[in-house]
């Protein structure tokens, strides 16, 4: 009779801002080394300078990421599993935004911008803004949870 295989969730502390580098380069690791006992990474947006890895054990995890460029540790102890799942479910909120309306955006290269909706996409899921803030007439597209509606 065969033993079920232990799964926990282990945070891995990397360079902010390099997460996906290091995830991609654990995924090489994995593959070129044939490890079996790791069942995924994950890079979730709310946990900055953090990955998490799903393993059979924290020897494994060790083993992972001994000598990988902007990793700086195995932190202790486990992660919960509902703590993990709540990092990968999406809450998607619905932001109901009008044309002529004003926004501000809070994320990318126009963060903390003004500007005025000029329509709404909502089956991509983006916005097309006229910046308010520019000495030309600029017009970008932003995902629409980018954006956050000033008072009307």
Do not use: C, W
Request: a positive charge; glycine letters at 8%; charged letters at 25%.
């Amino acid at each position: 009779m065969e033993r079920p295989k232990m799964r926990n969730y282990y945070a891995v502390k990397v360079t902010g801002g390099q997460e996906i580098n290091v995830a991609l380069m654990l995924e090489e690791r994995i593959k070129t080394n044939n490890l079996s006992e790791i069942y995924s990474i994950l890079v979730p947006h709310s946990l900055k300078g953090y990955i998490v890895i799903e393993a059979g054990g924290p020897h494994i995890v060790k083993l992972l990421i001994n000598g990988i460029r902007n990793v700086k540790g195995l932190a202790q102890g486990l992660l919960n599993k509902n703590d993990v799942a709540k990092m990968i479910s999406s809450n998607l909120v619905k932001v109901k935004l009008e044309k002529d309306q004003m926004v501000e955006i809070n994320s990318g290269p126009f963060r903390g911008m003004q500007a005025q909706v000029v329509r709404v996409e909502e089956e991509k899921g983006e916005v097309v803004l006229n910046i308010l803030e520019s000495a030309f007439p600029l017009t970008v597209t932003v995902p629409i949870d980018q954006v956050k509606v000033l008072k009307r």
